[in-house]
């Protein structure tokens, strides 16, 4: 946990504002885009979908788009990511992730259909 209040984090996951996770809302459904923006005081994870909808997740209900080593697009269960000890970003702590996410644009963008 995070010492500012012992509040959970997206770093501590290896997330950030405005990536893009998708999840499913029943085993048996399409799996559904959307943009990550906060950390939830319970760990769950706060989204926001294509049509604008809130919602929050727990960990371990969510797979993180990522790059594959020849460069596709795959997707990554959350759970997988957090347990395992990636390098955080030099110059991008817990507490300026929501600003940083900003600075690039990346903040409140609806996640995009392929």
């Known amino acids: 946990m995070s010492e500012a ?5 997206l770093i501590e996951v290896g997330l950030h504002v405005g990536d893009i ?3 499913r809302p029943r085993p048996t459904a399409r799996w ?12 769950s ?3 926001r979908d294509g049509r604008g909808a809130s919602r929050a997740l727990a960990i ?19 759970a997988v990511r957090a ?3 990636d390098q955080l970003d030099l110059f991008v702590d817990a ?4 600003a ?6 990346r903040q409140g963008r609806p996640a995009r259909r392929r």
Do not use: H, Y
């Open 5 to 9: 209040g012992d509040r959970p984090t």
């Open 21 to 23: 996770v998708r999840f």
């Open 32 to 43: 559904q885009e959307s943009t990550v923006e906060r950390r939830e005081g319970d760990g």
């Open 45 to 47: 994870i706060g989204l």
């Open 60 to 78: 371990d209900r969510l797979e993180v788009r990522t790059t594959g080593p020849r460069g596709a697009r795959r997707w990554e269960p959350l």
């Open 83 to 85: 347990e395992r000890p």
């Open 95 to 98: 507490a300026t992730t929501e």
């Open 100 to 105: 940083w996410a900003a600075r690039k644009g």
